[in-house]
C-alpha cells in the first residue's frame, strides 16, 4: 500500500503490538490473527494511540502466544502483515521454557541413518536440505518441532560425506543457513558435511607428553600457522598449512632448523596456536590472496580450511588438524588453542542470528548491540544456550582434536559461570590442561561476574595476561629505573604484597610476557623508545629481557619472533596486514642464531630449576629474596628438597647502559651469562656487562 508501513510485533507473551505508518486517514482497525493459515477471531484494541499519520494499538491475547507457528494479522483497510516474534527471546522465562541440555545437536551418523537436529525456538519452519556424494541436487526433508524448539529429521542410509543446510522461517521471513554445531565444513562455510568421525580416529600420543602438576611448569610459544611455514627462505613444503608446522627436518638458507624443528630447539613445553577454527575473512579457495590472524569466527566445531592441505577435502582440514597436534605431542609439547568466544564479525550475517534471531549477543540497556570489545557484536555467554554452544565447542576440541590447553581471547567479557563450566570438563579430562586468557576489564553489559583479573579470586584455575608485568619489564630494561619496584614484584608473581599490593591467588595465575602478537615487538618498542641505542644493544636488552622472563616466578611466554628481536616494520595491529609484517622472518634466524640459543639455554635451566617453578605466595614469601645492589636487581632463591641439600639459585639483573659490579660470596658458579668472576680472599666481583641478566649457583 502507497506511502504505508506496518509492523506487528509480540512484545510480551500475550501482547501483539501494531504500529502503522500511512498517509492514510485513519480508520478503526479490528484484524484478525492468523495463525498456521487458520483465521481467529476479530480483535480489539486494548490501548490505541494515534496521530495524523501514525498509529499505535496493543491487542492483549487471551493466553501467551506459543512458539513455533506462522501468524500473521490481516486488516482489511491496510492489508497483512507478518507478527515478529523475535523479541520473545527477552522475555524473563524464555531460557526455563526452551533451553535444551541434550547432547546430539547438530548431526548423530550411524551407517543406518543419521539424525539431525537444531535448536530454532522461535522457527515456524524448518527444512533440511542433504546432497550424498556425487549428486548434483539437494534432498529437501522437512523437520519436525519437538520439546524446548529443537527441529529434527532422520535421514535413512549411509550419509557419510553428504553436504547440507538449512532453510529456517523466524516471523515469516526464510533464510539459508548451515548448521551451527556442524563438525565439518565446505570450503568457506557454503555447506556443512556429514562425517563419519569414527573413521578419523588419531593416536594423540598423550604417552609421550610430561605430566604437569601446576602451571608455572609450563613454558609457552606462541605462534601463527601461516607466520610459522609461509616464508620462502625455507624448504618447508606445505607452506602456510597444519602439516607444514610439523614438517620435521625442515631447513633455513642458511642450514638452521626451521618450523618444527626451530620450536622443538627452544625447549618450550607449549605452542599456542593463533586461531584454528573456522574463521571468516580468508577466501579458503585463495588462501594467498588474503592474510588475516582469525579473531571473526565463523564455524567454532570445523578446523580452518586455509590451512589444509587439499583445499577441496572436507576432510583435509579435520585429518591436518589432527595429524598436527599428534606431532606436536610425539614430541612432548602441548598444544594450547587460541579460542574466540566473546565476539562475533559481523553478527547480522553470522548462522546464530539466522537460527535464532535476537539471542545470541548482548544488548545494552538501550537495547542497542553491545560491542565491547570495539572488534564485533559481544556473544551473550550468560545465556544458557550460548554458554552450551560454548562449553560443548571446547569439549569437541578437546575430546576430538587432542588439545592441551586454551587461551581465551578477551576472556573478561566471558563470564565467569561459564569459565568455570570449562575448566571443570577440562581439569577432569587431564589434570595437566592449562586455562589462561586476557583478564581485561573492559566493562560489559551485564550484572555478573566476567572473567576478568578483578575476578581472579572466582576463577583460581585460570592465568592472566599480566599487563603489570608487561609495562614493568619494558620500562624496566628501556632503563626507567622508576618502575624498579614494580618489577621487583612482578619477577616475585605478582601474588605477593612486595613494593605492590598482590593480584593474584598465586603465580600460576600470572602469564609473565613483554609482548604477544598484539601490539608492537619489544624490538619495535626499543627502536621507539631508546632511538639513541644501537640495533645491537637493542637486541642485547630484548637477549637479556628473555632471560629474565625464563627466571621470573609465574608462567613464561614468548611470541614467535622475540628470540631472535623480531620486527613488525614499526606496526602493531597487524591481524590483516599480510606476511611482510607477520612472518617469521628465517633470514634473522641465520643471522641471530646465538640469541635463539641463549633463549633455549635459559628455557633449559629453568625447567631444571625447581625454585622458579614455586607458585605458592606463602613458599615465595619464605624462600625468594628480591633486592638490590649496586643499581643491579637480585634474586635469590633457594630450590627446597627432602633428601638432599638446597641449591641456592641467584638471578642479577643489570638493566642499565653500564658495567656493574656485585659482591658474591665464595662458591658460587655462573650458569648463564656472560658476566665474569673476579677472585678475592672471602668473597668474590661478580661483574656484570650492561643490559646483562646473570644467572649463578651454589650447590647446596
Not at 218 to 237: C, G, K, L, Q, W
Not at 385 to 397: E, G, P, Q, S, Y
Not at 641 to 654: E, F, G, K, R
Request: net charge negative.
Amino acid at each position: 500500500m502507497k506511502d504505508t508501513y506496518l509492523n506487528a510485533k509480540l512484545v510480551q507473551p500475550d501482547l501483539i503490538r501494531l504500529i502503522i505508518f500511512s498517509s492514510l486517514t485513519w480508520e478503526n482497525i479490528e484484524p484478525v490473527l492468523i495463525s498456521d493459515g487458520v483465521p481467529g477471531k476479530k480483535m480489539t484494541p486494548t490501548r490505541l494511540n494515534t496521530l495524523s499519520t501514525i498509529a499505535i494499538a496493543d491487542f492483549r491475547l487471551e493466553k501467551p502466544l506459543p512458539l513455533g507457528h506462522s501468524y500473521f494479522f490481516v486488516m482489511p483497510q491496510y492489508g497483512t502483515v507478518p507478527v515478529d516474534v523475535s523479541e520473545a527471546t527477552s522475555f524473563p522465562n524464555f531460557d526455563e521454557e526452551y533451553a535444551y541440555d541434550g547432547d546430539d545437536l547438530g548431526y548423530v551418523y550411524t551407517k543406518e541413518e543419521t539424525r539431525f537436529a537444531l535448536w530454532a525456538p522461535l522457527a515456524s519452519y524448518v527444512c533440511l536440505a542433504y546432497r550424498d556424494k556425487g549428486e548434483e541436487d539437494f534432498v529437501p526433508v522437512i523437520m519436525t518441532r519437538t520439546g524446548k524448539g529443537v527441529y529434527r529429521a532422520i535421514v535413512e542410509g549411509d550419509h557419510d560425506g553428504a553436504e547440507y543446510y538449512y532453510y529456517i522461517t523466524n516471523s515469516e521471513v526464510t533464510t539459508e543457513s548451515t548448521d551451527p554445531y556442524g563438525k565439518a565444513s565446505t570450503a568457506n562455510g557454503v555447506y556443512s558435511v556429514v562425517i563419519d568421525f569414527a573413521k578419523h580416529k588419531t593416536d594423540f600420543k598423550r604417552e609421550c607428553l610430561p605430566v604437569f602438576e601446576h602451571y608455572t611448569q609450563a613454558v609457552i610459544y606462541e605462534t601463527h600457522v601461516r607466520d610459522m611455514t609461509i616464508s620462502p627462505d625455507t624448504d618447508v613444503v606445505h607452506k602456510g598449512r597444519f602439516l607444514g608446522l610439523v614438517e620435521k627436518g625442515r631447513k633455513t638458507l642458511g642450514g638452521n632448523p626451521a618450523g618444527f624443528d626451530h620450536i622443538l630447539s627452544l625447549g618450550v613445553t607449549h605452542v599456542q596456536l593463533l586461531p584454528i577454527y573456522d574463521y571468516k575473512t580468508v577466501d579458503e579457495t585463495k588462501p594467498s590472496s588474503g592474510y588475516n590472524w582469525g579473531y571473526d569466527p565463523a564455524q567454532y566445531f570445523v578446523p580452518e580450511g586455509s590451512y589444509a592441505s587439499n583445499l577441496t577435502d572436507p576432510l583435509s582440514r579435520i585429518d591436518d588438524c589432527k595429524k598436527m597436534v599428534a606431532s606436536f605431542h610425539e614430541n612432548g609439547i602441548r598444544v594450547v588453542m587460541d579460542v574466540v568466544y566473546n565476539h562475533v564479525f559481523e553478527y547480522e550475517k553470522s548462522v546464530f542470528e539466522k537460527v535464532v534471531p535476537n539471542y545470541y549477543f548482548r544488548h545494552r540497556s538501550s537495547g542497542k548491540m553491545a560491542n565491547t570489545s570495539g572488534c564485533g557484536d559481544d556473544l551473550a555467554t550468560e545465556r544458557p544456550m550460548v554458554r552450551k554452544l560454548i562449553v560443548d565447542a571446547c569439549k569437541w576440541w578437546i575430546d576430538e582434536y587432542g588439545i592441551d590447553g586454551f587461551r581465551f581471547d578477551l576472556m573478561g567479557i566471558i563470564d565467569c559461570d561459564t569459565l568455570k563450566e570449562i575448566s571443570a570438563y577440562a581439569l577432569k579430562k587431564d589434570p595437566s590442561f592449562i586455562l589462561y586468557g586476557e583478564g581485561w576489564n573492559m566493562g560489559g553489559e551485564v550484572r555478573l561476574p566476567l572473567g576478568h583479573m578483578g575476578n581472579y579470586k572466582l576463577i583460581p584455575e585460570y592465568g592472566f595476561f599480566n599487563d603489570f608485568y608487561r609495562e614493568s619489564i619494558k620500562e624496566t630494561f628501556a632503563g626507567n629505573h622508576g618502575v624498579w619496584g614494580n618489577a621487583k614484584n612482578v619477577f616475585a608473581g605478582s601474588c605477593v604484597d612486595f613494593y605492590v599490593g598482590a593480584k593474584f591467588l598465586s603465580a600460576t595465575q600470572t602469564v609473565n610476557y613483554i609482548e604477544c602478537h598484539d601490539n608492537g615487538t619489544f624490538f619495535d618498542f626499543l627502536e621507539k623508545r631508546r632511538p639513541d641505542l644501537s640495533e645491537a644493544t637493542r637486541l642485547k636488552i630484548v637477549e637479556n629481557a628473555n632471560a629474565a622472563i625464563a627466571f621470573s616466578i609465574g608462567i613464561p611466554f614468548y611470541h614467535m619472533g622475540q628470540e631472535i628481536g623480531l620486527t613488525k616494520h614499526g606496526e602493531d595491529n597487524t591481524y590483516n596486514k599480510g606476511d611482510y609484517y607477520n612472518m617469521f622472518d628465517y633470514r634473522l634466524l641465520d643471522q641471530r642464531m646465538e640469541m635463539s640459543k641463549r633463549l633455549s639455554e635459559a628455557i633449559s635451566i629453568r625447567k631444571k630449576q625447581r625454585g622458579f617453578q614455586v607458585y605458592d605466595p606463602r613458599v615465595i614469601t619464605q624462600s625468594l629474596i628480591v633486592d638490590e645492589i649496586n643499581e643491579v636487581i637480585r634474586l635469590s632463591t633457594e630450590d627446597a628438597c627432602l633428601v638432599s641439600p638446597c641449591d641456592v639459585n641467584t638471578v642479577y639483573i643489570n638493566a642499565s647502559g653500564h658495567d656493574a659490579t656485585v659482591p658474591l660470596p665464595k662458591g658460587f658458579r655462573i650458569v648463564y651469562g656472560d658476566a665474569s668472576l673476579r677472585q678475592g680472599d672471602n668473597q668474590d666481583d661478580l661483574v656484570l656487562p650492561a643490559w646483562s641478566t646473570v644467572f649463578v649457583q651454589k650447590r647446596g
